[in-house]
């Protein structure tokens, strides 16, 4: 057994000491479900095997707070890293199916509906088994007409 996991280590670009790129891809796929979207497409840095592990994540955790915000900075650049994060995002992720699509858009003086109705069609696509959309200041969301 610990020489499955030397060999899929070092295919994974990692070294024996790297023990996470020695974890079946199920469990590194459960592991990175509960990250924010962010940080698991950060992953695909860690070496070749994670390169596009992320594509593969079952879950989908999107939250404008991970976009950061500084004492100078407005919502508007806030909002545009979202938006260009999570077009992309949902572009290329390709899992069979999706158990949660989480969306927390708390915004002020910005109703982003129009990205939302969207971004949720294209998750629906993906069958997930939990839909959580969170919208915080501007009126309750409701789900784009099919």
Request: hydrophobic share 45%; net charge positive.
């Amino acid at each position: 057994m610990a020489g499955a996991a030397v060999k899929r280590a070092r295919a994974g670009g990692g070294s024996i000491s790297d023990r996470l790129s020695a974890l079946p891809d199920e469990l590194l796929l459960r592991v990175l479900s509960f990250l924010p979207a962010q940080q698991v497409v950060r992953t695909t840095v860690l070496s070749k095997r994670w390169r596009d592990l992320w594509r593969s994540v079952p879950d989908i955790n999107l939250s404008l707070s991970d976009f950061g915000r500084n004492s100078r900075e407005d919502w508007t650049a806030v909002w545009e890293r979202m938006e260009d994060f999570v077009n992309n995002l949902l572009m290329l992720h390709r899992a069979p199916c999706l158990d949660a699509f989480r969306l927390v858009m708390i915004v002020n003086g910005h109703d982003p509906r129009r990205h939302i109705d969207r971004w949720v069609c294209r998750a629906i696509k993906d069958n997930p088994l939990m839909l959580e959309i969170s919208t915080g200041s501007f009126s309750p969301y409701q789900l784009p007409q099919f």
